[in-house]
């Protein structure tokens, strides 16, 4: 994987998310390592993330690396209107690796074209969000001991929601069972249900939450936003339909567990973080190690 | 009569781009750039056409077409016939293909994308030619058959 660009999920094989998730697991049981003193890694956050952000700070602060960036891009000459292009050129000149996000979509892609080092997309828009998918994955495969042959529910909005749509992507490889359960405003895009009949993984789709549940390995809840919807009324009708609370996951699989990319607004009720099922923080936790081993492995170190 | 017409009909060697639409002529001596060429060339438009209602055509004299040049005209012109002239006849009968690449031809129907914010050549892989789909190389997003822009 050295020198590869991280651009989109699908830039990588399923070996290589193997590979990252083994790492991330050496790195989980060894989080404190010199191994990237000597190197400086960018961060470039044209648009702010906290979360993103300091997950891949402490990935790199914790293995003993520099990073130079900034966290908005309105304190930088994007706000004086240099071109993404030229900001990527002169960046390139300073660091071993960039980690970018950017609110248009496209970007990185454009950055890894331009760039002399490798790029890794934190956020493209809408587009990709790729070390989100792996640290997805690393929460699958350490909650269930594997990736293949798994039950997933994906809840809320998926027709905007990057998160499942590169998840989705991913989990693909691995022969699972999709139940997609959404309002029908928000439903997976035909796009992606035609890519799945196409290489034969088989999926549910569903507006009722509660049905079902007890078959699920994995819920992956998203959040209903009242801004994706044209009608204010439908959004009232339908909020409620999608949190997610504790008297619900009776009768689910012990082995089953919740997800969330957060930040949760209310759509998983706080009466659920107190169950065995919940894992979406420790899924946060899990964002460091799989961005340690995707650093250090696209720096070839590892 | 005979001396008040233009004499265009022949050309001695050359490309003739036959049933073209009208509304697309002008897009395929764009996407050709036959303005920047110096031989002789005919160019009619709002001909009568039993198929397309109107058409156009273009003579290019001397010019000669490989098939990834004249391939970019399918998106706007699918159903464009090539006549090869050689010595007043017709020797090769061609029709265009749509390439399985476009590169600086389409704009990207997503506002968001980084091609429509900044300067960057649009790339496309043509997912389906039959209903012609475009996958957008920067942003992933599909640019269908009736939301195809010519830059």
């Known amino acids: ?302 | 009569m005979k001396d008040k017409q233009l004499s265009v009909s022949a050309i001695k060697e050359g490309t003739v781009i036959d049933h073209i639409p009208a509304s697309a002529l002008f897009k395929v001596v764009s996407i050709l750039n036959l303005d920047t060429l110096d031989t002789m060339i005919t160019i009619g438009n709002g001909l009568e056409s039993s198929k397309l209602g109107h058409k156009g055509i273009i003579k290019l004299s001397k010019v000669f077409f490989k098939d990834n040049e004249i391939n970019k005209i399918a998106l706007v012109a699918p159903c464009a016939k090539l006549n090869i002239i050689k010595d007043y006849d017709v020797v090769e009968k061609r029709v265009v293909e749509i390439p399985d690449e476009i590169i600086s031809i389409a704009k990207c129907v997503n506002p968001k994308c980084i091609t429509n914010n900044e300067e960057v050549a649009t790339r496309f892989k043509v997912v389906s030619k039959a209903e012609v789909k475009l996958k957008c190389h920067y942003c992933e997003k599909i640019t269908d058959q009736d939301n195809i822009e010519i830059i």
Request: net charge negative; aromatic share 10%.
């Open chain 1, 1 to 302: 994987m050295k020198n590869k660009n991280l651009v989109s999920i699908t830039d990588f094989t399923k070996e290589e998310y193997l590979r990252i998730l083994e790492l991330a697991a050496e790195f989980e049981a060894n989080p404190r390592q010199d191994i990237l003193s000597g190197y400086i890694i960018s961060t470039l956050f044209f648009e702010p993330s906290t979360r993103t952000r300091l997950s891949f700070e402490t990935a790199i602060n914790g293995l003993g690396g520099r990073v130079v960036g900034f966290s908005d891009s309105g304190a930088t000459s994007a706000s004086k209107g240099e071109t993404l292009h030229d900001t990527i050129k002169m960046v390139s000149n300073y660091a071993d690796l960039i980690v970018m996000r950017h609110p248009l979509e496209g970007s990185a892609r454009l950055a890894s074209e331009v760039s002399s080092v490798p790029i890794v997309n934190a956020g493209d828009g809408a587009n990709q969000h790729p070390t989100q998918t792996l640290l997805d994955l690393y929460s699958i495969i350490k909650t269930q001991g594997t990736l293949e042959n798994l039950k997933l529910f994906m809840v809320g909005d998926l027709k905007y929601g990057r998160t499942v749509h590169s998840l989705l992507q991913a989990m693909s490889k691995f022969n699972p069972t999709f139940y997609f359960i959404s309002p029908d405003e928000l439903k997976m895009p035909p796009a992606y249900k035609m890519y799945l009949d196409d290489i034969g993984v088989s999926y549910f789709e569903g507006k009722d939450l509660t049905e079902f549940l007890a078959e699920a390995d994995i819920i992956y809840m998203t959040r209903v936003q009242q801004e994706r919807f044209t009608d204010p009324i439908e959004y009232e009708r339908v909020k409620n339909a999608y949190i997610l609370r504790r008297e619900m996951l009776e009768g689910c699989k012990e082995s089953m567990k919740v997800l969330h990319p957060l930040p949760r607004v209310n759509e998983i009720h706080t009466d659920v973080d107190e169950s065995p099922h919940a894992y979406y923080f420790d899924q946060a936790r899990n964002g460091v190690y799989a961005r340690m081993a995707i650093l250090t492995s696209i720096l070839g170190i590892k």
